[in-house]
């Protein structure tokens, strides 16, 4: 039997992050399924060099045909540029397949194919040795392929959507899992850059084919906890009429996040018990802006007192049927939008949304366009929405520096984008000491009624202060895993101020250090 690894992993830059590779996951049980003997290696950003080369000498065999690298967004940890080009040195003939939903993240890295998109289809692709794709070259004068999977391999589509764990996993009862209810959305938000979004048909799986997995999942290792992967679990009233009754027949209740439409849910209260059903009590609202105008700009827009009651309306009516936790998400400098703006949404927030999160950023436009990837309308045509370039130095009057010492925020995004303009005619090629001015790589922009400057260092200055309310949020409900992974933690406990409930760093550790071993034993 062929034989492939695939090693995932995402970045958290404070500890050690306990989250699967879903990517990862998905594909192997894509590929197992066409006959491969596939193994999956979690958490490889915490992984040393050497551990990584110890683990590569005890799998990799003649059957052995690829090494993947996979992730969503981000495949970044520094260690991939040694291990990369000495697992390419020791194993020449084993190919090395990178997936992303950006081709940056692998830059300069001597892979042989890059996927882009979901990945399942053009993997069967790449193994039967024929896929179609372009060869393109690195800075370094290295070439790859790349293969085409939002196009010409549109995974996007498939109905089975189940992802199964070995147990050479190594799962544990308390983990958060990633789960699939469907792909795409049917929204096209000015300022995304989902690939597969402005789609008009229901691309969900049935509701059995759900109701195994979650089963298997739960008799098997224990699992009740999961984060629901799609862009919006609410886009269909039927589709969650379909999961709630299913989910209802397992003989566990789970705990759930996810996304959710906010204007679709206070119009829709009918599906607010559907979604109590499904077990989503904890979720996060991509809300953008309580400005009506400038939520209208990018495609949103419910009249605000009327989304901000039902919101709150919405959170008693979950609140009365246990634990529930919802976070909103906000942009800083859409169109319209203003400093007074911005303080009128933070005044509501502190007297409105005590024991729930909240998060916002500033709005971040593509400097340029990078390659093969898909751009927002913002930035296809930023002029359009009002939105010209500009320099750190011409916004900022004082063209200064902040004075009261680095902040804990935003100051580093600042300084970051100060040093890129600095560098602006030099090319900056992605090593893992660049990173940080790839990251960013955005335009500084200016509107009739901000500036990026004036947004960063209201930010910084005003927004997140200490106040009481937003000092003592709960954790992000899409971080709920670095804490559930103690079993001693429980899901109420997300409720807690998340400065009362550090991350649990040596528990965190302890866990990864444990797979480690069982993974080289």
Same mark, same amino acid.
């Given at each position: 039997?062929?034989?492939?690894?695939?090693?995932?992993?995402?970045?958290?830059?404070?500890?050690?992050?306990?989250?699967?590779?879903?990517?990862?996951?998905?594909?192997?049980?894509?590929?197992?399924?066409?006959?491969?003997?596939?193994?999956?290696?979690?958490?490889?950003? =915490?992984?040393?060099? &050497? $551990?990584?080369?110890?683990?590569?000498? +005890?799998? /990799?065999?003649?059957?052995?045909?690829?090494? #993947?690298?996979?992730?969503?967004?981000?495949?970044?940890?520094?260690?991939?540029?040694?291990?990369?080009?000495?697992?390419?040195?020791?194993?020449?003939?084993?190919?090395?397949?990178?997936?992303?939903?950006?081709?940056?993240?692998?830059?300069?890295?001597?892979?042989?194919?890059?996927?882009?998109?979901?990945?399942?289809?053009?993997?069967?692709?790449?193994?039967?040795?024929?896929?179609?794709?372009?060869?393109?070259?690195?800075?370094?004068?290295?070439?790859?392929?790349?293969?085409?999977?939002?196009?010409?391999?549109?995974?996007?589509?498939?109905?089975?959507? =189940?992802?199964?764990? &070995? $147990?050479?996993?190594?799962?544990?009862? +308390?983990? /958060?899992?990633?789960?699939?209810?469907?792909? #795409?959305?049917?929204?096209?938000?000015?300022?995304?850059?989902?690939?597969?979004?402005?789609?008009?048909?229901?691309?969900?799986?049935?509701?059995?084919?759900?109701?195994?997995?979650?089963?298997?999942?739960?008799?098997?290792?224990?699992?009740?906890?999961?984060?629901?992967?799609?862009?919006?679990?609410?886009?269909?009233?039927?589709?969650?009429?379909?999961?709630?009754?299913?989910?209802?027949?397992?003989?566990?209740?789970?705990?759930?996040?996810?996304?959710?439409?906010?204007?679709?849910?206070?119009?829709?209260?009918?599906?607010?018990?559907?979604?109590?059903?499904?077990?989503?009590?904890?979720?996060?609202?991509?809300?953008?802006?309580?400005?009506?105008?400038?939520?209208?700009?990018?495609?949103?827009?419910?009249?605000?007192?009327?989304?901000?009651?039902?919101?709150?309306?919405?959170?008693?009516?979950?609140?009365?049927?246990?634990?529930?936790?919802?976070?909103?998400?906000?942009?800083?400098?859409?169109?319209?939008?203003?400093?007074?703006?911005?303080?009128?949404?933070?005044?509501?927030?502190?007297?409105?949304?005590?024991?729930?999160?909240?998060?916002?950023?500033?709005?971040?436009?593509?400097?340029?366009?990078?390659?093969?990837?898909?751009?927002?309308?913002?930035?296809?045509?930023?002029?359009?929405?009002?939105?010209?370039?500009?320099?750190?130095?011409?916004?900022?009057?004082?063209?200064?520096?902040?004075?009261?010492?680095?902040?804990?925020?935003?100051?580093?995004?600042?300084?970051?984008?100060?040093?890129?303009?600095?560098?602006?005619?030099?090319?900056?090629?992605?090593?893992?000491?660049?990173?940080?001015?790839?990251?960013?790589?955005?335009?500084?922009?200016?509107?009739?009624?901000?500036?990026?400057?004036?947004?960063?260092?209201?930010?910084?200055?005003?927004?997140?202060?200490?106040?009481?309310?937003?000092?003592?949020?709960?954790?992000?409900?899409?971080?709920?895993?670095?804490?559930?992974?103690?079993?001693?933690?429980?899901?109420?406990?997300?409720?807690?101020?998340?400065?009362?409930?550090?991350?649990?760093?040596?528990?965190?550790?302890?866990?990864?250090?444990?797979?480690?071993?069982?993974?080289?034993?």
């Amino acid at each position: 039997m062929n034989h492939g690894i695939i090693m995932g992993g995402v970045v958290d830059y404070y500890y050690d992050s306990i989250k699967r590779a879903p990517g990862a996951h998905k594909i192997a049980t894509h590929l197992r399924r066409e006959g491969w003997d596939i193994e999956v290696l979690d958490f490889v950003n =915490s992984w040393t060099v &050497e $551990e990584l080369k110890e683990f590569s000498r +005890q799998r /990799v065999t003649n059957k052995t045909k690829f090494l #993947g690298l996979s992730a969503t967004f981000s495949i970044r940890f520094e260690h991939l540029y040694e291990f990369v080009p000495w697992f390419k040195k020791t194993y020449p003939d084993v190919l090395i397949v990178a997936g992303s939903q950006a081709l940056y993240n692998v830059e300069g890295i001597p892979i042989d194919y890059m996927v882009h998109g979901y990945g399942e289809l053009a993997m069967s692709a790449i193994l039967k040795g024929n896929p179609k794709y372009s060869e393109h070259t690195w800075l370094t004068g290295h070439t790859f392929r790349r293969v085409d999977a939002t196009h010409d391999y549109m995974a996007a589509r498939m109905k089975n959507l =189940s992802t199964y764990y &070995e $147990e050479r996993d190594h799962i544990q009862p +308390q983990e /958060v899992l990633t789960v699939e209810f469907g792909r #795409g959305c049917i929204f096209n938000c000015h300022f995304c850059t989902l690939t597969h979004r402005n789609i008009k048909l229901d691309h969900s799986r049935s509701e059995e084919n759900l109701y195994h997995e979650l089963l298997e999942n739960y008799e098997k290792w224990g699992v009740t906890n999961y984060s629901i992967s799609d862009e919006t679990v609410n886009d269909y009233t039927e589709k969650l009429y379909r999961y709630a009754n299913e989910i209802k027949k397992l003989p566990f209740k789970p705990n759930m996040v996810g996304y959710i439409r906010g204007d679709l849910l206070v119009s829709k209260p009918e599906n607010w018990q559907m979604i109590s059903d499904i077990g989503l009590n904890s979720q996060f609202y991509g809300i953008e802006s309580f400005h009506r105008p400038s939520a209208r700009s990018v495609g949103k827009g419910m009249e605000t007192v009327r989304l901000q009651d039902g919101l709150l309306e919405y959170k008693e009516y979950m609140q009365e049927r246990g634990h529930f936790q919802a976070h909103l998400s906000l942009i800083a400098g859409l169109p319209h939008e203003t400093l007074d703006t911005l303080r009128t949404t933070k005044k509501w927030i502190l007297e409105n949304w005590v024991g729930q999160s909240s998060q916002i950023m500033p709005l971040w436009i593509p400097d340029q366009a990078r390659p093969y990837e898909e751009q927002s309308r913002f930035a296809m045509d930023p002029e359009k929405y009002g939105y010209l370039k500009t320099t750190m130095k011409n916004s900022n009057s004082n063209h200064a520096p902040w004075e009261d010492g680095p902040q804990s925020r935003f100051r580093k995004l600042y300084d970051g984008i100060v040093e890129r303009e600095a560098n602006a005619n030099k090319i900056i090629y992605k090593t893992k000491e660049s990173t940080f001015q790839e990251e960013m790589s955005f335009m500084n922009w200016k509107s009739d009624t901000l500036n990026l400057y004036q947004v960063i260092f209201y930010l910084e200055h005003e927004w997140y202060t200490p106040d009481e309310a937003l000092d003592n949020q709960p954790p992000d409900p899409f971080s709920y895993h670095n804490w559930l992974i103690d079993p001693e933690v429980k899901w109420e406990d997300m409720s807690a101020p998340q400065n009362t409930m550090p991350p649990p760093v040596e528990y965190a550790k302890k866990f990864i250090n444990i797979y480690k071993q069982k993974k080289l034993a």
